[in-house]
Every structure is written in C-alpha cells, then in structure tokens.
C-alpha cells in the first residue's frame, strides 16, 4: 500500500475523535467520517509502518448505522465529531471509550451506570467565535478546523442556540460597514480577535462579549443598538474583553461593561447563579443538572463538611449546600471566586466559604487549619489532578467519599489507579453525554473507603 492508492474497505470500529477503522494487508486504515459496517473506497492519504490514513473516495456500501448529517459545517470545521452517525450509536461509542478507559488505563471496574442524554442540539449555553480575514479579504466568524488554527466561517452552528447565529450575522455586518479592523494571528496585529456570546437557559438573558487586541471598540455604541434591537430585553449585558498577548489563549484578564450588568443571571438546581465572561459553567444546563443530581447522591452531603475543588462559580457546591453541613469552594480564578461568594449571598446561603487558590495550595491551607472534609468534590480540567493533591485527599484529609468529575475519561482513569492505590476503591461510574455530537463525553466517579449506601439524594 502507498499513498494515493485506492483501496476497498470494510469499517469494523469508530474511535472516540468519530474516525472510522478497517484493516487492510495487515495495517491499520483510518478513513474520518466512516460508520462501523461501512464499505467504502479510500483514498490513501499517508502510510507508516503500523497504520494508514485515509479519506473516503466513496461509500460503496453505507452502513445502518449511519445518520443525516444536520450540520452545512460538518467536516469544515473541527467542532463536531459525530453527525454522520445516529444519534444512538454515538451516545454506544462514548459509553464503551470511558468503560474502556477506566478498565485499560486504570485497572478499575466501578458499577457502571447507563449513559444519561438528552436532546443533541441547540444545547451549548455558550460559543467563542475566532474572527479572521481570508486571502481575499473577506471576514470569517466560525470555527477553527480540525487540527489548525484556520478559521472556518460558520453562519450557523446546530449546537447553539437560534440566537447566536442572529448575532454572529450582525457582529460581521458592524465589522464590514464600520471598517473594523481584524486580528491577525500571524502578524499579531489588528484588533478583534474573537466574539463571544453566553446565554442564561432558565432566565434567556444574552451577553455579548468582543475580544480585542486594545484597549477601546471603534463605533462600539452603534454595534450595540444593533444587539438591542436584535434581542430586546434579553440582551444583558456588553463588554470588551482585552487581550493584548500574541497567544492563543482566547480571553484576557480585563473586562470592560459598556451596556447592562458585568454578569448574567441562570438558574441552576433550583440555585441562581451569576456569571460572568471568566466563569467556569458547563456548557449544557439540562444535562449539569443531572450531573449535579448525580454527583449528590454519591455524595451523601446531609450534614457533612463537603470541599469542592476547582469550584468554578461555585454551581455543584451551592447545589449542595441545603443539605450539607458546610460547603467549602476552591477555585483559581478571581472573578469566578467573586461570583461564587455574590451566587451565595444572592441565595442566602450562609454555610459556604469560598477560597482563591491552587486547589493543591488551599489543601496545604485547609490542612494547616485543621479542616477535615467529610466528603470531597473534584472537577479538575482536562489534565486531571496532581498526584501530590491527590495525596493531601487521601491521607491528610481521608474523607469517606471522593466524587471526581472529569471530561476525559483517559486522565480520570489514571487519577482513579492513584485514588485506589492510596485505599479509595472506585464504586459507581455514571457518564453523561454533555456535549453531543463531539468527541467529549462527561464522566462522575464514586471512590470511596468503605461500603456505599444506595439511598439517592437530591440536587
């Protein structure tokens, strides 16, 4: 086999990226956006010594498990992973990658749970739109493709809400009427970077935020009546974000409000919560709220001393904050830590402390201040926990229940190996289809010390 060859294919298994693989003299070919039991001829793109890569150059045969692609930007940009298949087959793949990655990786059979879904679209509560120019000089507001940092121009995206799409047509119009001019990632100059849009599920309010590589939006004044007239009392809030760095990190650490509130407002497990442009909430309201649901029956918080590691807004802590006995919140973010105290004091919740920090770091501080946690909470990002902090849990705070929240199931593998070798045996699993139609998939883990108690407790 070589490349540019034409070779025909049988699919036999979908990895988690929602690549296609088949085998064929003996290799390994991967063909993107192929089914299991998909016959296909592929285009040969790249061979090495164990795999192959390819593209399909037809579908001889398609197979059952194919779906109606829903999506005009599936397979331009790099968002979504799955809209060729059903919706079903997917929601299989997601549920056999975290059972095989806990199994494989960390040597650790919980009782599995069925995966929980719901719909697969309009879901996303949030976007970040990078904004470039092509060759030609026209503007783009999309997404960037698969594996580069090229922007693909995305009028309308079948996650987001009906609203965002209204808005990125109106953000692109101010930009060409006004003459605005666009940040090059290349160069470094120019100066909107990325628009950014949040929308509140229960209460419908709509920020709009515009990252710029400067200190002021030319004529912002008039892209704002724009916005007004466009979403009327749901339009809340304005602000420029300002990121001046030559970095693809998308938002900077100042924001400036020029029209409404510094904030939204949602309502989360019956809990108003704030949020504000650097404020961690997960981007699918109805599916956090069964997640959070999930995570208080593993936790069992009636009465119990509950420390919530990397807290974000302060949303599962304050959700289980009826219950338990006293909530502690960390999170690393300052203006996220401002709006977990305002979210508390806004819901007359009394019994949470919430601390700026490391969650490694406030630890160590809790650890000197002679707190030991009945219950602890973790929802760290991709890279998982450090396994010094992993140490402090175990054997200076040695609570009965560890509750671990991850969105990838391969590091949350490897810290459960951690947690099981430091005397916490991984219970339950319970995977919830957070993000449908990519290649995420969240995952709650029970670890626990001793026998677990079955009794469900509520959000």
Known sequence: MKKNDLI???ITDVMLSGSGVG?????AVFVPSTVTGDVVLAHILKVKTNVAYAKIEKIIKPSDKR????CNSFLKCGGCAFWHIKYSEELKLKENAVTNNLKRIGGVEPEFEPITALQPQNYRNKCQYPVAKNKDGDILIGFYSEHSHRVVDCPQCALQPEEFSKVVKVFKEFLKENNISIYSEETGKGLVRHLYIRKAAVTG????AVVINGDKLPLAEKLIESLKALLKD?????????????TNVILGHKNIT??????????????????SPLSFYQVNHDVAELLYKKAAEYLKPQGKTVLDLYCGAGTIGLSLAKKAKSIIGVEIIPEAVEDAKFNAKQNDIQNCEFICADAKNAAEMLKIRGIKPDAVIVDPPRKGCEESLID????DFAPEIVVYVSCDSATLARDCKIFESMGYKAEKCATFDMFPRTSHVETVVLLSKGEVDSKKASC
Do not use: A, P
């Open 8 to 10: 025909e294919i049988e």
């Open 23 to 27: 085998h064929y003299d003996g290799l």
């Open 67 to 70: 779906g109606k692609i829903e």
């Open 205 to 208: 309010e709509i920020m709009v």
């Open 234 to 246: 749901s339009f809340c809030s304005f602000q420029i974000n300002i990121n001046k760095k030559k």
């Open 258 to 275: 020029l029209y409404g509130n510094d904030y939204i407002i949602d309502v989360l497990c019956g809990v108003e919560i704030r949020i």
């Open 392 to 395: 402090i849990i175990c054997n």
